[in-house]
């Protein structure tokens, strides 16, 4: 189902966008809270990305959505709503990635938005809830804009240098 919103269009991830997806995970920039930096590589973007967005869509009607210019068609990135393995309560996770070229502009939170509706107006989603590390102001800020609240702060060892 795609999805349309005032500056972007919104479809299910396949197979035709596997190019970009590695495009956009092989900039370290956009890796840099996600893996340190390091690129998802083809093959797990080939044989676990899409296999496992495409049954979250089959079996829920979630998954991942590229987020696309409809006036270029071009592709700024990625949002997902995802049934989560640790929960038995009607919620998802929401989660959006990016290229640096659309940072700043308000896509991921206009994005963010139309599937936060899409789940509470028809999939009887009761819960959403998205993370992130605390130094990644950007993402933050998308989510407070959502009107989501800080609910917990999980402390690692693993250090990410600003």
Same mark, same amino acid.
Do not use: H, K, Q
């Given at each position: 189902m795609n999805i349309d919103t005032p500056r972007t269009r919104l479809r299910p991830l396949g197979p035709d966008d596997v190019e970009d997806l590695v495009h956009l995970d092989g900039d #370290? $920039? =956009?890796?840099?809270? =996600? %893996? *340190?930096? =390091?690129?998802? %590589?083809? *093959? =797990?973007? !080939? $044989?676990?990305?899409? #296999?496992?967005? !495409? *049954? $979250?869509r089959v079996a829920h009607g979630t998954g991942m959505w590229s987020i696309v210019d409809p006036a270029s068609s071009s592709f700024l990135g990625w949002v997902s709503l995802r049934t989560p393995r640790h929960s038995n309560r009607t919620e998802l996770e929401l989660s959006y990635r990016l290229r640096r070229a659309a940072w700043g502009r308000g896509l991921a939170t206009e994005a963010s938005r139309a599937v936060l509706a899409f789940a509470f107006g028809h999939l009887g989603t009761e819960r959403v809830f998205a993370g992130t590390m605390a130094i990644n102001v950007g993402s933050r800020r998308v989510m407070e804009k959502l009107g989501m609240s800080l609910a917990a702060i999980h402390v690692s060892d693993e250090r990410f240098d600003e």
């Open positions: #370290p $920039e =956009v890796m840099r809270y =996600v %893996s *340190a930096g =390091v690129p998802t %590589s083809r *093959a =797990v973007i !080939e $044989e676990w990305v899409l #296999p496992r967005a !495409e *049954a $979250e």
